[in-house]
């Protein structure tokens, strides 16, 4: 069935075709580039709500704990062309991080853009969003990433998704570089064409108020963010730069007038920095202006120090080398003093000495010097305690959760993380499933649609066109929250 026949049976037609065309003029149809980095296809990361692709990107010699940035291609884009043409494996290779590549496909949007506008995808615990943040859990549980290191950037669409990351998912990630993106929730009150083109102009505490909805118990750190965009982008407009400034300076607590101002790279970017209100000198927002260029990826091809990208490909322009200072940004570089791993070993004897159907109770072997501890849940920091033990409470029944601990010193900084050791919560009922096509799914209350689509209620997942000749079987373990079980459901 062609796309025109099957919007004009949904209820919502116009509003998705709306979507779909904003999504499609994010970015220029891209000529194929010839694959040439080496990604490894990752299969299973989670449930997946989102249905993303996940690839890594591992240089040689990658030292234990690395840090991980995730990277956001833009519409029409894919993984391979975003590693192959954007420059930042040239800098995972010389300072030793590691890459993942998520990856959306027509699938999920027929121009294959990350839902950055789509409620089903850019709020926390479900749709890509989440699917983005168990790429993470993936890989520290599977490459020992280290969970205080974690970083996020995207293009376009990818830059948009880049903010949603950062606002839904603050406890997950430190930084992060949103290149020609857009403010997060610009679509809770205006369309994905007015958020685009002309901008939507909303006072920094409007705009810092959506960040804080997005995750309303988190209560900081903050990430840093750093914002390119360039002068001439005629797609998503420069004066989205200006607004995603207002926004997260106002979500660090400071004012909007650059404490320092400079230009960089051969075409002189203007870069504006916002420091932290503790008087640290830690930059929290960063601005660079990169002058006559429109809408896509700045690059510097060549073996510079400060060189790196492809332009063959579009919108990867020839000006300056993004990757370069985002990557410096990060602290990834050793320039500047970041939020690496602190010298502290990783505890010992981290074990599940008991467990109820709310609550897992875990004790580990103290470090010496250590002054207190982070516990994660599934890649999450949850727990600062001072005493080598602590009890999750609050938990489902029948759920499984890993668990790993690292010791902090005096300043809170993290040393390695111990290995994660896996526990079951007790009780709960045996999972119950249901096999029909999507609309009797709907109707039946385990799925919700938006007019064209059907998601699972509780995961998110994206079931595909809301009809009758969509057939999903569906899994509610625990009661209330539903995944996509198509062959493997008891």
Same mark, same amino acid.
């Given at each position: 069935m062609r796309l025109r026949e099957r919007l004009s049976k949904s209820p919502g037609r116009l509003?998705?075709?709306q979507v779909l065309l904003a999504a499609a003029l994010l970015l220029a149809p891209a000529p194929a580039a010839q694959a040439a980095v080496p990604l490894e296809r990752v299969s299973s990361f989670g449930a997946n709500p989102g249905a993303l692709n996940m690839y890594v990107y591992r240089p040689a010699g990658l030292p234990a704990h690395p840090a991980v940035v995730v990277a956001l291609h833009g519409c029409t884009q894919s993984a391979q062309v975003y590693a192959d043409n954007s420059g930042l494996t @040239?800098? !995972? %290779?010389?300072?030793g991080f590691l890459l993942v590549f998520a990856e959306t496909t027509s699938a999920n949007n027929a121009s294959s853009c990350f839902n950055w506008f789509q409620t089903t995808d850019n709020r926390r615990g479900q749709g890509e969003a989440a699917s983005v943040s168990q790429m993470v859990a993936h890989a520290e549980? !599977?490459? +020992?990433?280290?969970? !205080?290191r974690t970083y996020v950037t995207g293009l376009s669409a990818?830059?948009? *998704?880049?903010?949603v990351t950062l606002a839904a998912y603050p406890d997950v990630f430190e930084a992060g570089a949103v290149v020609a993106g857009l403010p997060y929730d610009c679509t809770k009150d205006s369309g994905a064409? @007015?958020? *685009?083109? #002309?901008g939507v102009d909303r006072t920094p505490a409007v705009w810092a108020q959506r960040v804080r909805d997005a995750y309303p118990a988190y209560s900081g750190p903050w990430p840093r963010v750093a914002i390119w965009h360039g002068d001439n982008d005629p797609k998503v407009v420069p004066r989205? !730069?200006?607004e995603l400034r207002d926004q997260w300076t106002a979500v660090h607590g400071v004012d909007q007038s650059p %404490?320092? @101002?400079? @230009?960089i790279g051969p075409d002189q970017t203007r870069r504006e920095q916002y420091l932290a209100a503790d008087g640290s000198g830690t930059v929290v927002v960063e601005v660079d202006r990169v002058p006559a260029i429109g809408h896509g990826t700045p690059? %510097? #091809?060549?073996? +510079?120090p400060q060189q790196c990208g492809q332009t063959g490909t579009a919108n990867f322009i020839d000006s300056i080398c993004s990757g370069y200072w985002i990557t410096e940004f990060f602290g990834l570089d050793g320039s500047t003093p970041g939020p690496g791993p602190g010298s502290l070993p990783a505890p010992s004897g981290l074990t599940a000495t008991g467990v109820t159907d709310a609550s897992v109770s875990l004790t580990w072997t103290a470090v010496e010097g250590a002054s207190s501890y982070a516990v994660y849940r599934d890649g999450t920091r949850i727990a600062t305690p001072a005493a080598a033990s602590f009890a999750d409470t609050g938990l489902s029944p029948g759920t499984a959760h890993g668990y790993s601990v690292a010791a902090r010193d005096a300043a809170g900084t993290e040393g390695a993380r111990s290995g994660t050791v896996t526990a079951t919560t007790t009780g709960g009922a045996p999972a119950a499933c249901w096999t029909t096509d999507n609309y009797h799914q709907v109707q039946a209350g385990r799925a919700t649609a938006d007019g064209s689509h059907a998601y699972a209620k509780g995961s998110g997942q994206d079931m595909g066109l809301y009809n009758t000749f969509v057939t999903h079987t569906l899994k509610e373990s625990p009661v209330g929250h539903f995944v996509v079980a198509d062959g493997n459901c008891p």
């Open positions: 509003a998705v075709v @040239t800098f !995972a %290779d010389r300072h549980s !599977a490459y +020992g990433a280290d969970a !205080a990818g830059g948009g *998704m880049t903010a064409f @007015t958020c *685009m083109d #002309p989205n !730069a200006g %404490d320092r @101002t400079s @230009t690059v %510097d #091809p060549g073996s +510079g």
